[in-house]
């Protein structure tokens, strides 16, 4: 079971989502939530992801926020520093413009785009070197679940990237479980499900590094305002990495408040 130390986080992927008027109105949107609202200061760090020519007009934006709301990358190079390589967003080149945050091994980056175990930890290490700080996707396929395989397979992607992680970097990194078949599909582990495998994930952690015991563990798939509460209920899951619902401010809000108030 997670201490209870840990400050729960919420993070919205937007994805390749919205056009920029859109996302400059949700970040207004956003604002306005947060002010209205009761989310206290270090009850809920929350992020939001937008696409990457995004990230600095999105940070700029977010400066006078009530709430601290942190802008995270959605991906990083597996290539450091800089040079010739067209169409690259390096983590140094991220760090460079106080983008301290990314997320790294996404499914959709893991099926759509090839990004194998090899590619996912080198970007691990060139995102650690830089001083980043990593929001880590595991999940398992719908086969590998009703095969029996989805511990050993989430496990083993925490094990992917253990060899290039020192044992002081182990806190810099969040580990968040998008069980693949409920990603944009509506469906969504049953808390019970959620829970039992972000206990497994956890007591995996803890046979690793110390800072086990009190990584945050986020849970993704589906995620909305009407089953946050019982997400945030179960004593393993310390926050959402949250998709569609983020891409509106009241509901993203809701799923953030949920998530304060349990811990």
């Known amino acids: 079971m997670s201490g209870s130390t840990i400050t729960p986080w919420v993070v919205g992927n937007w994805k390749m989502n919205p056009m920029q008027a859109n996302a400059q109105q949700l970040i207004i949107d956003l604002k306005q939530q947060l002010k209205a609202g009761d989310i206290l200061a270090g009850t809920c760090r929350i992020g939001v992801a937008p696409v990457s020519i995004a990230l600095l007009t999105t940070k700029a934006q977010l400066e006078d926020a009530t709430v601290e709301v942190m802008t995270v990358a959605q991906d990083v190079s597996r290539v ?5 390589y067209t169409g690259e967003v390096s983590a140094e080149l991220l760090k460079d413009s106080q983008i301290d ?8 980056r893991r099926e759509i785009f090839a990004d194998t175990a090899s590619v996912v930890a080198e970007k691990v ?6 001083g980043l700080h990593i929001i880590y996707c595991v999940g398992e396929s719908l086969e590998q679940r009703e095969a029996g395989q989805a ?3 989430v496990l083993q992607q925490i094990c992917d990237i253990s060899v290039v992680v020192n044992a002081e970097q182990w806190s810099n990194i969040t580990v968040a479980y998008e ?3 409920a990603i944009g599909t509506g469906k969504t582990a ?6 039992s495998m972000h206990a497994k994930i956890r007591q995996g952690l803890t046979q690793i590094t110390p800072f086990g015991a009190n990584t945050a563990i986020l849970y993704g798939g589906s995620v909305k305002a009407e089953n946050a509460v019982e997400l945030a209920a179960c004593p393993d899951i310390n926050g959402a990495l949250v ?3 983020s891409l509106n401010a009241e509901s993203f809000y809701q799923i ?3 998530f304060a108030q349990s811990k």
């Open 80 to 84: 450091a520093g800089t040079g010739a």
């Open 101 to 108: 945050y990314v997320l790294i091994g996404h499914s959709e």
């Open 125 to 130: 290490k060139n995102a650690l070197s830089a």
């Open 151 to 153: 511990e050993q397979v």
């Open 179 to 181: 069980p693949i078949w």
């Open 190 to 195: 049953s808390p019970e499900d959620a829970q």
């Open 243 to 245: 998709g569609g619902a």
């Open 256 to 258: 953030a408040h949920a």
